[in-house]
């Protein structure tokens, strides 16, 4: 399956700052998803990064608040702007793995907001 | 619709079955299960398919029941290695939905 290569792993940051997550995978994959994990809570999605179209998102996320980039195949950002307290969470990408079924995910990033 | 977890925790003694399932409100097609370590990402380790076929993982299985709208997994003999928060998924409506979790641990 798929390896993708997340950072950074974490950090804390200043609230109203904005924080870029990179996730990049060792093959070409058309979709690359990101989601959000609230502690002790499942995963949530954000949205569905296509490369070369604009990011898909779900209810309840913005564009403006979570910008995505997908620049090529093998990559995607997930910025997370104008920081509060509430956006501390881990957020993590994923792929579809090789096999055509479940999906593969980074490492996560653990952001703190303060 | 996020599918619900049953139960939402459980602490077993080594070598003890284990049963989580994975309630929706509609028919499943196919269910995936992922386990989460403290600390880590989610990790992928069956499906089952709509039809009963199981592909992933060699001492996890997983059924339907009859309707077809609840999924469980069995673990059985349980390892400590086997410690962590289980997520079912399924395919929502133009999405793919997490269930809510369930807590796993295993005490020596």
């Known amino acids: 399956s798929a390896v993708i290569s997340q950072k950074p792993s974490r950090d804390i940051c200043q609230r109203g700052t904005s924080l870029t997550i990179q996730c990049q995978v060792d093959?070409?994959?058309?979709?690359m998803f990101w989601y959000r994990q609230q502690p002790g809570q499942s995963l949530t999605l954000i949205a569905t990064?296509?490369?070369?179209?604009?990011?898909?998102?779900e209810s309840g996320f913005v564009i403006d608040k979570f910008p995505i980039s997908r620049p090529n195949l093998t990559f995607s950002t997930l910025t997370v702007s104008n920081m509060s307290p509430e956006d501390s969470s881990i957020y993590l990408c994923?792929?579809?793995?090789?096999?055509?079924?479940?999906?593969?995910f980074g490492s996560g990033t653990r952001l703190t907001v303060v | 619709q996020q599918p619900v977890q049953s139960p939402q925790a459980v602490i077993l003694r080594e070598g003890e079955d284990a049963v989580i399932n994975c309630s929706s409100s509609?028919?499943?097609?196919?269910v995936h299960w992922y386990r989460q370590k403290h600390g880590e990402a989610p990790v992928f380790l069956m499906i089952?398919?709509?039809?009963?076929e199981q592909k992933g993982h060699e001492k996890i299985s997983a059924s339907f029941n009859e309707k077809k709208q609840q999924s469980s997994l069995y673990l059985t003999a349980s390892q400590l290695s086997y410690s962590g928060t289980y997520f079912c998924?399924?395919?929502?409506?133009?999405?793919?939905?997490f269930g809510t979790g369930t807590r796993l641990k295993v005490l020596a």
């Open positions: 994923s792929v579809a793995r090789d096999t055509g079924y479940g999906y593969t």
């Open positions: 093959s070409q994959v058309t979709m």
């Open positions: 990064a296509n490369q070369g179209s604009e990011a898909t998102y």
């Open positions: 509609k028919a499943l097609y196919s």
């Open positions: 089952l398919l709509k039809g009963g």
């Open positions: 998924g399924t395919e929502g409506t133009y999405k793919y939905i």
